[in-house]
């Protein structure tokens, strides 16, 4: 039975390569949105699924200024962040069904700290730290646009 085994084995990792290449890799390739804050437009990529969400901005080292990820949830909750394998500092927008902006937490690179919504929220828009401070948005600014379409 062992002789079966490892000839399988080798097969199916000839087959599927190794299972650790492509979960340390950024995702790059996702469905996109255009979002704006007031007169700032923002190039968000989408993730909606758990797997996406999972993965997140992990592994980038560089992003565009004007580049974010829009997260989207099946239903408002409670949305708690962390930075794990997330090399880029960040500032998490945790965003109402409408496109209020509910509250900012910045979150540093690699760390471990949870960041939470104030509220339960279907929606975090993660831009590049300070982005959303040097725009003058903050808690009760809109976003519209995408699923904040009115």
Same mark, same amino acid.
Request: charged share 15%.
């Given at each position: ?49 758990? @797997? #996406?969400? *999972? ?5 980038? &080292? ?8 829009? %997260? +989207?949830? @099946? #239903?408002? *909750? ?5 930075? &794990? ?8 927008? %945790? +965003? ?55």
């Amino acid at each position: 039975m062992k002789r079966l085994l490892i000839p399988l084995f080798c097969l199916l990792f000839a087959a599927t390569g190794p299972v650790w290449s492509q979960a340390d890799a950024p995702q790059l390739q996702l469905p996109r949105v255009q979002l704006s804050a007031g007169m700032f437009l923002i190039n968000a990529q989408v993730v909606s699924t758990p @797997e #996406q969400r *999972a993965t997140g901005l992990m592994f980038r &080292k560089e992003m565009p200024a004007n580049e974010g990820m829009l %997260f +989207v949830f @099946e #239903q408002p *909750a409670s949305q708690c962040f962390w930075m &794990k394998n997330t090399l880029l500092p960040l500032t998490a927008a %945790f +965003v109402a069904d409408d496109g209020t902006i509910v509250n900012l937490a910045d979150m540093q690179p690699q760390s471990l700290d949870s960041h939470c919504s104030a509220k339960p929220v279907r929606y975090v828009l993660e831009m590049h730290q300070g982005w959303f401070g040097k725009r003058g948005l903050k808690a009760g600014s809109r976003l519209s646009g995408g699923p904040f379409t009115r």
